[in-house]
DNA sequence: ACGTGCGGGACACCCCGTTAAT
DNA sequence: ATTAACGGGGTGTCCCGCACGT
């Protein structure tokens, strides 16, 4: 049964694993023989590729925040486009999918992990970091096109809309997530920051 | 040695040994044999008290969000003295300490303690919904005082304020929390509230 | 199913597990989990009693080459019965064992092992120190008894012979041993020794 | 790539690399991957002259036994001269060097190893019945010579002598091996024999 | 009712022998 | 011939829950 051929992209296939084991069982059933049991891999395949598990889940993080740029330029695509509230709602709703809720959980509770990323991370949470920049630098552009009131404060919007949205989306149940409440959040914030 | 002498206060004394293993190591450390191993109890006082362990852990749940009372009549009885933002600010400080920070990240962590709270729970995320409603209160009572805009939309301030504290502190490092930075988030967000 | 009673005797039982493990499967089936399945016992019993596996195998060939001295003393009180060369043959050929031959195998294959019994190990090979003074103690009776050859270096026949049958019986296939061998040779070492 | 490296100079070059393992890290040591490393060699290597690892072992006996004869052949040209215990002392000691001990460790630790060399070996344990033999063929030779006793038994003496040899080799801790102890036990054995 | 130790399972990490693809 | 994966196993550790004996 071994292939001796190199599975190249090794990384992708258990990060893929890994998050479809979030979707389906949860932070606390993301143990490294579920990824690589959902991955369809050898267990020392991931031990091969990272540290220890830790490690893998500082690559995973990053992966998932790297690949965070592509609905980051297409937020920004879409300024002057539909409305604020609304562009904002979809992109921050996909951006704190379920896999990115669940992976929050993991950081704020395995300290080891979040010591690990702390390492090599700029500033602030992971993800949330990531989430956060892409909201200013679309509100900022807003901004630029009137759409959103030349005297609000992009800097401390972003984090506040997001920490709404998070608690938000923590309070999940598993039922579908309701993006009209994320709009509404959305509406409620811009509606301070532009007022006159 | 076996006492035979019944712990009355057996709840007391492992909620509070639960609370120093969260503070010391931190939600991943919080074990049924770390809590009973500091309250300096035996394995089984625990199981005898509480159906299993995520039993108690929403026994602990409750128990913290219960005394959430406390801070906040006293947050309301500061009503019109001080700053509303610096009132907030320790209030809010506070209410979210590294112990309930914790408790956060076990409950979005664990699902099976997320879906036994969300039985008993009224609605919300456990700790979050008190501590919004410790604020919206608050805000409301300013409000009447004058001294918190008018058409200021309390519930939809307090979770705003409660999401953006809970991101700043989730983000914390170990590093000696900072009120002032909850200070200046406060002023914001009611600056943008209060404006005319 | 968890007994909370004590198991007094777990070395014991281990022990005996662990015999029996090396009967059926030989040294390189003596694995940690082998033992405690055999044993009917939760896995971490041995890892209660024992600091890690090496250590449960010290203590396991320190208990064997205990209980070498019942056979010991048996041997010597046939001092001056039936033949000298049919007693050593039949006290040998018990006390080299498969189980202790195993053992043997064991503690020359392991070098930790080895390096650990060697610190708590007066002199010589583990077993094979108590067997060859058992010969030597019982061909100085013998010899008390005009038995044995006045003349015969008791100190020297003594790990010859027991060499002699550690090689004949290491050469075994499995196949039911064969005491007449070892008789043969305690004879011809014998002869060797009383011959004027 | 025709390099013209023959198969044999591979063999050679595993064996050599055995060899060196099982002096540096002992038998427990001597694994397939600790011996392509050490030869410098990938891991295929050893599975393509090899049929499995357990093949290999048994062909590294082999070879270690048939390399035997040269120091047999330049033992039995010692006849008649020097001392006859101090010409055994001198070939046993080195023929019973570490790594024929280890192999010899090994041969009894693994089941599936002398299982093997059973089938394909003329009798005795695979080492041991050589270096008896080039015993017993030097001892003959002496006798021949008078320079042994006519009427001691070779076929008996030899392998009480390489048993006695083994057991003191087996005891090693590591310390350099003591050719002294092996000396005085050769005439012991050798003076009991030429007793009159 | 408490103190204690076991049951049983899981996990991370590691290593081994082996083989398919490059 | 080289490489990397593979499946299996082993060890030590933990964790939760439980049934004894005190």
Redesign the pocket.
């Given at each position: 049964?071994?292939?001796?051929?190199?599975?190249r992209d090794?990384d992708e296939r258990l990060f893929g694993a890994a998050e479809r084991v979030l979707l389906r069982d949860g932070p606390s059933g993301l143990?490294?023989?579920?990824v690589t049991d959902e991955a369809g891999?050898?267990?020392?395949?991931l031990?091969?590729?990272f540290a220890?598990?830790?490690d893998f889940l500082a690559g995973l993080v990053h992966d998932r925040a790297a690949r965070l740029d592509v609905p980051a330029t297409a937020l920004l695509a879409l300024a002057g486009t539909g409305t604020v509230a609304g562009n904002l709602a979809v992109a921050v709703t996909e951006a704190l999918g379920p896999v990115a809720m669940a992976m929050l959980a993991l950081v704020t509770f395995r300290d080891e992990l979040r010591h690990r990323l702390r390492e090599t991370w700029p500033a602030g949470l992971p993800l949330i970091a990531e989430i956060v920049g892409m909201v200013r630098a679309y509100l900022l552009a807003e901004q630029e096109l009137g759409r959103v009131a030349a005297d609000a404060d992009a800097g401390m919007l972003s984090p506040m809309l997001i920490g709404s949205v998070h608690l938000l989306l923590a309070d999940r149940t598993g039922e579908p997530p309701v993006p009209d409440a994320v709009r509404a959040l959305m509406e409620g914030v811009l509606a301070s920051a532009t007022r006159r």
């Open positions: 049964m071994p292939t001796g051929v190199s599975l090794a143990t490294s023989r579920a891999v050898a267990k020392g395949v031990h091969r590729h220890d598990f830790d």
